[in-house]
């Protein structure tokens, strides 16, 4: 397998945060070393004893191996992961974060046991409403937030849902360290920060969870107004042409669009300031983007390719950028420069 680093554009190299190559997401799935990497702290070691403990408002206290999550019913699924910073160098002005362009978005096939199965084993409590994960990653102590790991909670619908998995296998392999290994959360249809990495714990909690990384970081902060990131907005890409690149009159435009809050019904791509209605092709999952293309003849000389997808919630991708303090969410239409010769 190819060296991660030199498949991957590095935005940061400790801890490790990287892009997938606009060229490598020309593919309906992303080859695993081009899998985008988001890290908030450097890489725990992982060991054979590793362990999860599900904790908090349960009926008794859990402890889940590692082989005893192998001896579990395995399930796997084919899902589209966006960090929420993706394209926050688009803002204007540029928010704090990590400088995201347009390629921390991959889609990959991820392997291993429902969360809800571990769950079962501890017994949730009625009075439970969310369940929080709590990645091995430490940071160091502030004594005024006392952040000492990445931890993130869910609804409780959502974690108990089927597909939300304890991850141990990506593409058919075992994790790799910076995908975090041994053993991961996988959320889908939401944004990658809930696919909190090198599980260590599981918490049931009868009250919404207030941490740091739930009311501080990974939130929408609009003037004050502080709501989480959630669910994944509706979004596109052209992936063909790529942007600046020469091309022919008779083009095929391609790309990929998802949501995280239904499937996508239509996608219209503009050639210049003209919108043309896209072709839909099936999914390969239901948590996978969707492929379309447009056949289109397109003007010679310098020309902006535009596209904006819709949801079957109704949601479509704003014209302009929503801009917030912290640079998440940018789901808003993306123009593309190319040169057409004749």
Same mark, same amino acid.
């Given at each position: 397998?190819?060296?991660?680093?030199?498949?991957?554009?590095?935005?940061?190299?400790?801890?490790?945060?990287?892009?997938?190559?606009?060229?490598?997401?020309?593919?309906?799935?992303?080859?695993?070393?081009?899998?985008?990497?988001?890290?908030?702290?450097?890489?725990?070691?992982?060991?054979?004893?590793?362990?999860?403990?599900?904790?908090?408002?349960?009926?008794?206290?859990?402890?889940?191996?590692?082989?005893?999550?192998?001896?579990?019913?395995?399930?796997?699924?084919?899902?589209? &992961?966006?960090?929420?910073?993706?394209?926050?160098?688009?803002?204007?002005?540029?928010?704090?974060?990590?400088?995201?362009?347009?390629?921390?978005?991959?889609?990959?096939?991820?392997?291993?046991?429902?969360?809800?199965?571990?769950?079962?084993?501890?017994?949730?409590?009625?009075?439970?409403?969310?369940?929080?994960?709590?990645?091995?990653?430490?940071?160091?102590?502030?004594?005024?937030?006392?952040?000492?790991?990445?931890?993130?909670?869910?609804?409780?619908?959502?974690?108990?849902?089927?597909?939300?998995?304890?991850?141990?296998?990506?593409?058919?392999?075992?994790?790799?360290?910076?995908?975090?290994?041994?053993?991961?959360?996988?959320?889908?249809?939401?944004?990658?920060?809930?696919?909190?990495?090198?599980?260590?714990?599981?918490?049931?909690?009868?009250?919404?969870?207030?941490?740091?990384?739930?009311?501080?970081?990974?939130?929408?902060?609009?003037?004050?107004?502080?709501?989480?990131?959630?669910?994944?907005?509706?979004?596109? &890409?052209?992936?063909?042409?790529?942007?600046?690149?020469?091309?022919?009159?008779?083009?095929?435009?391609?790309?990929?669009?998802?949501?995280?809050?239904?499937?996508?019904?239509?996608?219209?791509?503009?050639?210049?300031?003209?919108?043309?209605?896209?072709?839909?092709?099936?999914?390969?999952?239901?948590?996978?983007?969707?492929?379309?293309?447009?056949?289109?003849?397109?003007?010679?000389?310098?020309?902006?390719?535009?596209?904006?997808?819709?949801?079957?919630?109704?949601?479509?991708?704003?014209?302009?950028?929503?801009?917030?303090?912290?640079?998440?969410?940018?789901?808003?239409?993306?123009?593309?420069?190319?040169?057409?010769?004749?």
């Amino acid at each position: 397998m190819p060296d991660r680093a030199s498949v991957l554009d590095v935005v940061r190299a400790h801890p490790l945060c990287a892009e997938t190559p606009l060229a490598l997401l020309q593919q309906p799935v992303t080859p695993a070393p081009g899998v985008y990497v988001r890290s908030n702290f450097e890489t725990p070691a992982a060991h054979a004893n590793w362990s999860i403990v599900i904790s908090g408002d349960v009926e008794h206290v859990t402890r889940v191996t590692l082989d005893a999550l192998a001896a579990m019913p395995q399930h796997e699924l084919l899902m589209t &992961m966006e960090c929420a910073g993706n394209g926050r160098l688009g803002m204007d002005p540029v928010p704090e974060g990590e400088p995201w362009q347009y390629g921390a978005v991959s889609t990959t096939r991820w392997r291993g046991v429902s969360l809800a199965t571990l769950l079962a084993q501890a017994v949730p409590a009625r009075t439970a409403v969310e369940v929080l994960a709590c990645g091995a990653d430490a940071g160091p102590r502030d004594d005024a937030t006392g952040i000492v790991r990445f931890e993130r909670a869910l609804p409780l619908d959502v974690a108990m849902h089927p597909d939300t998995l304890v991850a141990t296998h990506m593409d058919g392999d075992p994790l790799t360290a910076d995908h975090g290994a041994p053993v991961r959360l996988v959320v889908p249809n939401w944004y990658g920060m809930a696919s909190v990495k090198w599980l260590a714990g599981v918490q049931l909690l009868s009250a919404p969870y207030t941490g740091y990384f739930q009311q501080k970081r990974y939130v929408y902060d609009v003037d004050g107004d502080v709501r989480p990131v959630s669910r994944a907005l509706v979004k596109s &890409m052209i992936v063909s042409p790529m942007p600046q690149q020469t091309t022919t009159p008779q083009c095929t435009v391609r790309g990929w669009a998802w949501s995280g809050s239904g499937a996508i019904t239509h996608v219209d791509v503009a050639v210049n300031s003209r919108w043309h209605r896209a072709t839909l092709s099936a999914p390969a999952s239901p948590y996978a983007w969707t492929p379309f293309s447009l056949e289109v003849a397109l003007p010679t000389g310098n020309v902006m390719l535009r596209s904006r997808a819709t949801d079957a919630t109704g949601e479509t991708q704003p014209e302009a950028i929503v801009w917030n303090r912290l640079g998440y969410g940018n789901n808003a239409v993306r123009a593309i420069p190319v040169l057409v010769r004749s």
